[in-house]
């Protein structure tokens, strides 16, 4: 080989070299990107398309069947007052109980005629009180010493356990809704002159786990029969006793059915199939997930129609921060969509009303994407994040559009993600579960507390109830103790 070559080699090698130090600062800059957005950036996933001729796409008119035209209107209206006037103040609920106190003048008013009074409110607190329940059964001696008469004790939660259902519904609302851990109830107990061992606060809260068994287990036979449901998992750290120091990360499963508004958490030590493959045993319907592969397998079945997250595509094309003139197009585009959605949920359609709306203006612009992302495809390099972003969508294109062929489907999956936001506040909390018996006791807990919410119930006064009548409950009626079903009366 002459120098001649080996300069030459040593050029087109250094050119290569330098090319690829180049792609891996233009990678590094926007993982900084990335980050930067992620620490300073908006956490709303709302995008304002800056085209103006898309404009006319998020008309309400698009809706509209008479094709009438618009017109300007002008109105007056009252000038709003002056901050430095004053500022209105919130009414206090009428559900309050009112206390009142009678002011008198200092004066004597003795023969003076009341034309009117002055009534002042002011919002009042005073702290949780701690009362003991005495059952006092008076003993009777029967005739000609035939034995005793005395009245039978009901039925405690805990047998034999000192905790009345308040307590136990204070402290389970406590750890598993308000976040605090129990020490901190403990401690604040305390305050109240009533000093609990840590072993029997835990202990009251594995009983109360077992008392509620059959009702949680009831709300697992339910989302196992619906025909559409939603579901996510999220991460948990909990204590490994076979590793000293550390924690293994375990899973949250959450299956939601939007139709009905109830939610149904499990637990598992592993991500993997085996983590949901005992619930999805008896599942037959639409499984609407985010693509990971787990579901993949399962929305694989002929028994089970899979959909997909228009959200989770979403998030691909946010982060192709390269490209901004096709990110800002696919966002734009993925908007339209999401701006129907909105105008559907405010006009409070029927299932049928919704289908019939989305195929006339969802699916045509679905459409246009589909050509769109054919022609992006062969435009970026499959390894830059345009590129990956473009191949999801339509690696989970079918799944994607099937929220047009029924009503009750949602274009995305984030109404499940927001159910499991309770878990995410839990964990700044108690940053870990302490083994996975007490996680699959947390998954208990938010399962029955996240459905009193879902009902509109006080998860507190839901618990109280559920405590108070299970242990004399018909288990051939657990649907009467189900939070959609309890009468607001009653509790």
């Given at each position: ?75 007056t209206r009252r000038k709003v007052a002056d901050k430095k006037a004053g500022h209105g103040r919130n009414l206090l ?160 499963w959450v299956y939601y059915s939007p139709p009905d508004q109830e939610v149904f958490f499990d637990y598992h030590p ?69 701006h129907i959605e909105e105008d559907l949920r405010k006009k409070e359609l029927c299932p049928d009303e919704i289908r ?136």
């Amino acid at each position: 080989m002459t120098l001649e070559n080996l300069l030459q080699k040593d050029k087109h090698q250094l050119a290569e070299e330098m090319l690829e130090m180049y792609h891996e600062l233009q990678h590094k800059k926007l993982e900084l990107d990335e980050l930067k957005r992620m620490v300073f950036g908006t956490k709303s996933e709302r995008f304002i398309s800056t085209n103006p001729h898309q404009q006319v796409l998020f008309d309400d008119s698009k809706f509209s069947e008479t094709g009438s035209e618009t017109e300007a209107i002008h109105y007056t209206r009252r000038k709003v007052a002056d901050k430095k006037a004053g500022h209105g103040r919130n009414l206090l609920p009428d559900h309050l109980p009112r206390v009142d106190h009678i002011i008198e003048p200092e004066e004597d008013v003795s023969g003076l005629v009341q034309i009117g009074e002055l009534i002042s409110e002011e919002l009042e607190y005073k702290p949780a009180e701690l009362y003991v329940n005495r059952y006092i059964r008076p003993k009777y001696a029967k005739a000609d010493g035939e034995g005793v008469l005395v009245g039978f004790l009901p039925n405690r939660p805990i047998e034999k356990g000192i905790p009345g259902p308040g307590l136990l519904a204070h402290i389970l609302t406590g750890k598993y809704v308000d976040h605090q851990p129990l020490y901190r109830q403990r401690q604040i107990f305390k305050r109240h002159q009533v000093d609990i061992a840590p072993s029997s606060i835990d202990g009251w809260v594995a009983r109360s786990f077992d008392v509620l068994i059959p009702v949680y287990e009831r709300y697992r036979l339910r989302l196992q029969a619906k025909d559409y449901l939603q579901v996510d998992e999220t991460p948990v750290r909990v204590q490994d006793p076979s590793v000293k120091g550390k924690t293994h990360t375990g899973y949250f499963w959450v299956y939601y059915s939007p139709p009905d508004q109830e939610v149904f958490f499990d637990y598992h030590p592993s991500r993997g199939r085996k983590g949901t493959a005992a619930f999805f045993e008896k599942f037959r319907g639409s499984l609407q997930t985010d693509g990971w592969k787990v579901y993949e397998y399962f929305g694989a079945r002929e028994d089970i129609t899979a959909l997909h997250c228009m959200a989770h595509a979403r998030r691909y094309f946010e982060k192709a921060a390269e490209s901004p003139e096709t990110r800002n197009e696919a966002l734009s585009r993925i908007a339209q969509l999401y701006h129907i959605e909105e105008d559907l949920r405010k006009k409070e359609l029927c299932p049928d009303e919704i289908r019939e709306l989305r195929l006339k203006h969802s699916l045509p612009l679905l459409q246009e994407m589909k050509s769109w992302l054919d022609e992006q495809l062969t435009k970026h390099l499959p390894k830059s994040r345009m590129g990956i972003a473009v191949a999801y969508m339509l690696s989970q294109w079918e799944g994607l559009i099937r929220y047009c062929d029924d009503g009750r489907y949602q274009i995305d999956n984030n109404w499940v993600e927001n159910k499991i936001r309770p878990v995410a506040l839990g964990r700044k909390n108690w940053l870990f579960a302490g083994s996975h018996i007490g996680a699959q006791r947390s998954a208990l807990f938010y399962t029955l507390t996240s459905n009193a919410k879902l009902a509109g119930l006080d998860p507190y006064r839901y618990l109280k109830k559920l405590i108070s009548r299970i242990p004399d409950h018909p288990m051939n009626k657990l649907d009467e103790l189900l939070a959609h079903n309890i009468i607001l009366k009653d509790i």
